[in-house]
């Protein structure tokens, strides 16, 4: 199918979805779906931060939960220590993040195929230690230790806690919105970044950097402007995502399954495309929440399938590599060609007749 139809079932899928979504708060629904709906926002929205350097440049990267985990600790610490309220510290969340996305991202993107991803990897697990083990290490180092002298500084395996606000439930209603404003906002972001000359050289370059190089493209110039744009993203869902929540754990906010799930969400909708991100991360928290509520027994033996979250991950991604490597995305374009081909099939030889009388 043509690019434009596979654009117009993108465009439709959202628009229709982003209509049910908010109106899910006025129906008679629990809380649970109201968080399961926040959290599926955020990382639809980050698959396409995401998607926006792995998808369109083709740079794929294991490291994003890093950003992630950025933005909410930079939120966390500033509103806990000056008092500065919490969604003033949004774009210095995504600041934060961006710069740190550079200072490894210069050296590391200049890595091509595997080698990228593999550095990312160490990147992402460098960082969720060091975060993990900040305060200790502040309190063993002169002057440093005035930081968290009094409080900590990350909370170690304690996280940290932001204050409580005295009406939660409207409180958290609000942010349920403020989740999908950053969503349709990073998919504009996205749409435009796709059609303007910064999304053809990213293509370009994911199809043959030495050819992009040949043709005047500074390629490093282009990932490491993708790789900001994308970290920027995920830090302001960070934030997001301590201001909905108010409690941060390192552990949990920098683990590689934040950056697994920002990979896998891309491929299973669509990669490359701007409304498959989207959908990949509606199939993914679905099919994640079925299983943190699934349990097998066998007589005395329980299991619960959420333990083999990543493996059934695993075995999905291959199934679609080998079978379909446009996602659900390319399954629906196919399905819609199919239902498509007998009307085109009868235009074409109406067309025909026409022509010979």
């Not at 991202?105 to 083990?133: C, D, K, Q, V």
């Not at 968290?148 to 009406?167: E, H, M, Q, W, Y």
């Not at 491929?267 to 099919?287: E, H, N, R, S």
């Amino acid at each position: 199918m043509k690019s434009s139809s596979r654009t117009f079932i993108s465009v439709l899928f959202v628009i229709a979805l982003l209509a049910f979504v908010t109106a899910i708060p006025s129906l008679p629904v629990s809380k649970y779906w109201q968080t399961l709906g926040f959290i599926t926002f955020l990382f639809a929205g980050m698959s396409v931060a995401w998607n926006i350097l792995g998808g369109y440049g083709g740079q794929v990267s294991f490291g994003h939960g890093t950003f992630l985990g950025l933005g909410a600790f930079t939120t966390a610490v500033i509103s806990i220590r000056t008092g500065i309220p919490a969604p003033l510290t949004i774009p210095i969340a995504g600041l934060v993040a961006m710069v740190y996305g550079v200072l490894w991202g210069y050296p590391t993107l200049r890595l091509r195929g595997p080698y990228f991803s593999i550095a990312t990897i160490g990147i992402g697990e460098a960082t969720r230690l060091l975060m993990i083990n900040l305060d200790d290490l502040l309190r063993g180092a002169p002057f440093l230790n005035e930081l968290v002298k009094d409080r900590p500084f990350t909370g170690g395996a304690s996280g940290l806690n932001l204050k409580i606000p005295p009406d939660i439930i409207s409180y958290q209603l609000n942010y349920y919105y403020f989740a999908l404003a950053f969503l349709v906002i990073t998919i504009l972001i996205a749409w435009w970044i796709r059609r303007a000359r910064f999304g053809l050289a990213l293509f370009a370059i994911n199809m043959d950097p030495d050819a992009a190089e040949t043709l005047g493209v500074n390629t490093a110039r282009y990932k490491v402007y993708a790789l900001m744009v994308s970290a920027f993203l995920v830090g302001v869902a960070g934030s997001l995502y301590a201001q909905y929540f108010l409690f941060i754990d390192p552990r949990e906010m920098f683990s590689f399954q934040n950056s697994i799930a920002m990979v896998l969400m891309p491929i299973i909708g669509g990669i490359g495309t701007v409304g498959g991100p989207v959908l990949g991360a509606f199939v993914f928290k679905v099919v994640e929440d079925r299983l943190a509520t699934t349990r097998l027994e066998f007589g005395t033996l329980t299991i619960n399938l959420v333990q083999f979250n990543l493996l059934l991950y695993g075995l999905l991604l291959v199934l679609i590599i080998l079978f379909e490597r446009g996602g659900v995305l390319g399954l629906l374009s196919r399905a819609a060609k199919k239902i498509q081909e007998p009307q085109r099939r009868q235009a074409l030889a109406e067309k025909n007749s026409n022509s010979n009388l």
